[in-house]
């Protein structure tokens, strides 16, 4: 369910980095201070390019502790949550992501992300579930909010059009709705957890499978056995689904299908 929102910004701003510092910048947006600084971020750049996500958040906190004054301390905090999620590091995913929001109180993306990681992460019978459905609540809600007062002209650094821009907010409140679904299952609160989903796909302008997946298992668990074959048989039908969605799905196809078929005691 990731967004690609973070790439993007990451192409479009650092393109614009000059050779030197005295260069005039490609394009308008942040700009280096000094020829010291053009360095460190093309170290953060290098690294991001090299898919090397532990190079590039040891660059990205080099340039926010040695130029504080950085123009492109937005840019580096997010390229940082996203490193930290791309390499699987949880805990280091909702440092930076909580830095963002300190940072700047308006970024809805980054709340919703968070609310996204700290479902896929949250257990039924881990001893802080309600204080993580408490987080997923407040980001995803406070996301949802933020989302609805956002600006329709892209953020510097977006790499498309206000029509792009539009759908990577749609796709956001999709998954703000997504993690809310998640936390409506670990409550066993099957009926508000179905409505989630079905909002997180009516939001999503590019429909996710794994939402769809997510829905037949709640549908399952609400004894809604005939919705949940169908939605299944919806995913198995997205030829460029990933395999372990289409077998997820498969599996929650065939659990409804059995207990649709064993009698009511």
Do not use: C
Not at 39 to 64: F, G, H, M, P, T
Not at 71 to 95: E, N
Not at 181 to 198: N, S, V
Not at 246 to 260: H, V
């Amino acid at each position: 369910m990731r967004i690609p929102f973070i790439a993007q910004v990451t192409v479009a701003i650092f393109m614009a980095l000059p050779v030197v510092a005295q260069q005039p910048a490609a394009q308008p947006g942040p700009h280096p201070k000094s020829q010291k600084e053009v360095e460190a971020l093309q170290k953060v750049q290098a690294a991001a390019q090299a898919s090397n996500w532990d190079a590039e958040i040891a660059a990205i906190n080099y340039v926010l502790e040695n130029f504080v004054d950085t123009q492109f301390k937005p840019t580096l905090l997010s390229m940082a949550m996203d490193a930290a999620q791309r390499k699987g590091d949880y805990p280091q995913t909702v440092v930076w992501g909580e830095r963002i929001i300190q940072s700047d109180p308006n970024d809805f993306s980054a709340r919703i992300l968070l609310a996204a990681d700290i479902a896929q992460h949250t257990r039924e019978n881990d001893l802080d579930k309600e204080q993580s459905l408490k987080k997923i609540d407040d980001y995803a809600n406070k996301g949802l909010d933020l989302i609805k007062t956002a600006p329709d002209t892209p953020p510097p650094g977006f790499n498309g059009t206000a029509a792009d821009y539009a759908a990577f907010k749609k796709d956001q409140a999709g998954l703000a709705h997504g993690a809310l679904g998640q936390a409506g299952e670990l409550q066993k609160k099957y009926p508000e957890a179905i409505e989630q989903y079905k909002a997180a796909l009516s939001q999503d302008a590019h429909p996710n499978p794994t939402t769809m997946a997510f829905l037949a298992r709640a549908y399952v668990e609400n004894k809604q056995y005939d919705e949940a074959i169908a939605t299944a048989d919806k995913v198995l039908a997205i030829g460029d689904a990933p395999a372990p969605v289409k077998q997820f799905a498969q599996a929650q196809k065939d659990a409804a299908a059995k207990l649709k078929a064993t009698p009511a005691k």
